[in-house]
């Protein structure tokens, strides 16, 4: 993959660290896409003496991004864009969408679909009978091939025929809505807690790494409960984006 052109303005006057200038900078080109995942920044010595850095200037400020999980370092190869983080708005939206209208390339691992009993919390959320049957999927979302977040969905019964095909193809709100269900709001719950030791493992991180997790329920336009979803995201590929306003 060929370098990348890169066009920095740093102010020296500034009391902001160099190092954070180019990081922050280097961060948004990410994010707009100027620099595609597999991009290579060149080594730091050309960085460096292109921008009138020190090396350990320019090492810091690439640094800052691979602890960030924006670039990585690969030897005989250099330093390279891995993705931006996916910052999710807050509203009543599926993964898959929002990946995809992120330019992310996203895809799905079914894990496991079966019909089980429904425990005391799903059964209230989905408004059923304690250890009724309910459908539970199991899913994990990659973005450019890698792991974003372990999806698990429970489901009433009959709501609509699923197939590991077609929730391999695009997302479950997706095809809902072909199914004619229409969605009108939520309940959803954000928080965080350590990876364990086999989330850690599907999802490529660390045993104890921080993981957000959240849960929704979601309704039709009818008021009927149609999914009770409890979904972990790595914190460090991932973030919920929302606007605040004023109480008046």
């Known amino acids: 993959m ?19 200038q180019l990081s922050q900078q280097l961060e948004a080109a990410i994010e707009r896409g ?39 370092r690969r030897r005989g190869v250099g330093t390279q864009v891995v993705h931006s983080q996916v910052k999710r708005p807050l509203e009543l939206s599926s993964l898959y969408d929002d990946l995809e209208e992120a330019g992310q390339k996203p895809a799905t691992r079914v894990l496991r679909r079966v019909v089980e009993p429904a425990t005391a919390r799903v059964a209230a959320a989905l408004g059923v009978a304690e250890g009724a049957d309910v459908l539970l999927v199991e899913r994990l979302r990659l973005a ?82 149609v999914e009770f979803a409890s979904h972990l995201y790595r914190a460090s590929r991932y973030a919920f984006d929302f606007q605040l306003l004023a109480r008046s």
């Open 144 to 225: 450019h091939g890698e792991p974003m977040a372990a999806l698990r969905n429970h489901l009433p019964v009959g709501l609509l025929d699923l197939d590991d095909e077609a929730l391999e193809r695009t997302g479950l709100y997706r095809l809902m809505r072909m199914a004619g269900i229409t969605l009108h709001s939520a309940r959803q719950t954000i928080g965080a807690r350590a990876a364990s030791l086999a989330e850690g493992e599907l999802l490529a991180e660390p045993e104890g790494a921080p993981l957000l997790t959240m849960e929704r329920t979601t309704f039709d336009d009818t008021g009927r409960a």
């Open 2 to 20: 060929a370098h990348q052109p890169l066009q920095f303005t740093l102010d020296r006057g500034s009391p902001v660290p160099l190092y954070f």
């Open 34 to 72: 100027e620099l595609a995942p597999g991009s290579l920044l060149g080594n730091e010595i050309e960085l460096a003496g292109r921008l009138g850095l020190s090396r350990p200037t320019v090492r810091q400020a690439i640094q800052s991004l691979v602890d960030k999980g924006l670039l990585v």
